[in-house]
């Protein structure tokens, strides 16, 4: 027997009849397999190998077990009642841009939030979706986050249906190009990441349109709507985690910035339905366009108004807070009238002319028929006198020059 045991341990060491390794009870992640496939006796226990599934995959970031992914179910389902209420504030907002060329930003807008609430909802832990598809829904709805800033850069009649085709469109071509190229040759198995070109395009397009807001009373809702927009685009960013937490937190501060630009522009219309004064109106008109259309308009519109200024020597001008006061509000209430004309030019191209003669036009007529009394003004004519009546008719009525003074005699006679 012991002749056995020593030669039994010879053999081991030199190689023959060594006992089979047994298997690890651990699932093997690279090929899938497990000790169930080849177990060493008949009692060992089968182990099943785990499920890819949605939801194994979307518990990413929290711990794999019931309670992370009860806790990540609840906050999905919070996120996307919120991106369903984003979507009814936007609808809420559409007669605030009624008679303006800032409808088609609001289209834009509501949109994004109906692409934002269907990429919520499939990023869901119960959707069925392929993750390569969901990271290009995601990234759509990132892009069309950003159509409804470069809409309003080219809002002014009579090319904004143009700018539509021209130049929304083929930004949202453009920049959704790389991901579609990446699901396309992948198959759709592999998630979107994009490369740093790309992602600085993108970052480009997202700071030049949301410059234009800064400034003015939407200066919050462009902040929060610029961290909406680099939040959504967080999954395709291949340096970040790819958490579906971070995706969906971009629903709340969407909210939030659809909340405070609604409640920016009530405000204005409030204002310009209360104003009496044809100051006041053409005041609260003139920041209402600068809060919806931004800066880079505004100063445009304001190098236009400097030369209708030196030509038509206006008495007052045209500044970011409206036009200058002289002194009284007679004289101002009539030197704005005389330049409402060119007012209404400057934003016929942005505003309709029956929503602008509802709001304008009645003010205007009442100044012009009732001009200031003070003598110290310098636009109210003054009134002829006696001695020169005839000079004064001549002045005012050219025509009647032609007749001769048998015509002012006539009168006389009478």
């Given at each position: 027997m012991h002749t056995g045991?020593?030669?039994?341990?010879?053999?081991?060491?030199a190689g023959k009849d060594?006992?089979?390794?047994?298997?690890?009870?651990?699932?093997?992640?690279?090929?899938?397999?497990?000790?169930?496939?080849?177990?060493?006796?008949?009692?060992?226990?089968?182990?099943?190998?785990?499920?890819?599934?949605?939801?194994?995959?979307?518990?990413?970031?929290?711990?794999?077990?019931?309670?992370?992914?009860?806790?990540?179910?609840?906050?999905?389902?919070?996120?996307?009642?919120?991106?369903?209420?984003?979507?009814?504030?936007?609808?809420?907002?559409?007669?605030?841009?009624?008679?303006?060329?800032?409808?088609?930003?609001?289209?834009?807008?509501?949109?994004?939030?109906?692409?934002?609430?269907?990429?919520?909802?499939?990023?869901?832990?119960?959707?069925?979706?392929?993750?390569?598809?969901?990271?290009?829904?995601?990234?759509?709805?990132?892009?069309?986050?950003?159509?409804?800033?470069?809409?309003?850069?080219?809002?002014?009649?009579?090319?904004?249906?143009?700018?539509?085709?021209?130049?929304?469109?083929?930004?949202?071509?453009?920049?959704?190009?790389?991901?579609?190229?990446?699901?396309?040759?992948?198959?759709?198995?592999?998630?979107?990441?994009?490369?740093?070109?790309?992602?600085?395009?993108?970052?480009?397009?997202?700071?030049?349109?949301?410059?234009?807001?800064?400034?003015?009373?939407?200066?919050?809702?462009?902040?929060?709507?610029?961290?909406?927009?680099?939040?959504?685009?967080?999954?395709?960013?291949?340096?970040?985690?790819?958490?579906?937490?971070?995706?969906?937190?971009?629903?709340?501060?969407?909210?939030?910035?659809?909340?405070?630009?609604?409640?920016?522009?009530?405000?204005?219309h409030a204002r310009l339905?209360?104003?009496?004064?044809?100051?006041?109106?053409?005041?609260?008109?003139?920041?209402?366009?600068?809060?919806?259309?931004?800066?880079?308009?505004?100063?445009?519109?304001?190098?236009?108004?400097?030369?209708?200024?030196?030509?038509?020597?206006?008495?007052?001008?045209?500044?970011?807070?409206?036009?200058?006061?002289?002194?009284?509000?007679?004289?101002?209430?009539?030197?704005?009238?005389?330049?409402?004309?060119?007012?209404?030019?400057?934003?016929?191209?942005?505003?309709?002319?029956?929503?602008?003669?509802?709001?304008?036009?009645?003010?205007?007529?009442?100044?012009?028929?009732?001009?200031?009394?003070?003598?110290?003004?310098?636009?109210?004519?003054?009134?002829?006198?006696?001695?020169?009546?005839?000079?004064?008719?001549?002045?005012?009525?050219?025509?009647?020059?032609?007749?001769?003074?048998?015509?002012?005699?006539?009168?006389?006679?009478?």
């Amino acid at each position: 027997m012991h002749t056995g045991i020593i030669q039994r341990g010879l053999g081991r060491q030199a190689g023959k009849d060594r006992p089979i390794p047994r298997k690890s009870a651990f699932p093997d992640r690279r090929h899938g397999k497990t000790a169930a496939d080849a177990p060493c006796c008949a009692t060992a226990a089968t182990v099943a190998p785990a499920p890819d599934t949605v939801a194994a995959r979307y518990v990413t970031g929290f711990s794999c077990n019931s309670h992370g992914f009860l806790i990540m179910s609840a906050y999905a389902w919070l996120m996307t009642g919120l991106a369903a209420m984003n979507c009814w504030q936007v609808l809420r907002q559409r007669p605030l841009h009624t008679g303006m060329t800032s409808v088609y930003s609001w289209c834009w807008t509501q949109i994004s939030a109906l692409v934002l609430l269907a990429a919520a909802v499939l990023s869901g832990p119960f959707a069925l979706l392929n993750p390569a598809w969901t990271s290009g829904l995601q990234y759509l709805a990132a892009i069309l986050m950003l159509t409804p800033a470069v809409c309003l850069l080219g809002a002014r009649r009579p090319g904004v249906a143009a700018w539509q085709w021209f130049v929304v469109l083929p930004l949202v071509f453009v920049l959704a190009w790389p991901g579609a190229i990446q699901i396309v040759n992948s198959r759709g198995r592999i998630p979107i990441e994009l490369s740093l070109p790309a992602l600085s395009g993108f970052l480009l397009v997202a700071l030049m349109s949301t410059a234009p807001g800064l400034g003015r009373g939407m200066t919050v809702a462009c902040l929060l709507q610029l961290g909406t927009t680099l939040t959504a685009v967080s999954p395709v960013v291949p340096w970040l985690p790819r958490a579906p937490w971070l995706f969906l937190s971009a629903a709340s501060v969407q909210l939030l910035a659809t909340v405070l630009a609604g409640r920016c522009l009530n405000r204005h219309h409030a204002r310009l339905r209360q104003s009496a004064s044809l100051h006041q109106q053409t005041t609260q008109l003139w920041l209402l366009f600068q809060d919806i259309y931004g800066m880079i308009w505004a100063q445009r519109l304001l190098d236009r108004a400097r030369e209708f200024e030196r030509t038509e020597k206006w008495a007052c001008s045209l500044t970011l807070d409206g036009f200058t006061t002289l002194a009284t509000p007679a004289e101002t209430e009539q030197a704005i009238a005389r330049t409402l004309p060119a007012f209404r030019w400057l934003l016929g191209r942005f505003f309709s002319g029956t929503w602008l003669d509802s709001r304008l036009t009645a003010a205007a007529e009442n100044v012009l028929r009732h001009p200031p009394e003070s003598s110290a003004s310098s636009l109210a004519s003054p009134e002829p006198s006696r001695d020169d009546s005839d000079s004064s008719l001549s002045l005012q009525h050219p025509t009647e020059c032609t007749h001769g003074p048998q015509k002012t005699d006539s009168r006389r006679v009478r």
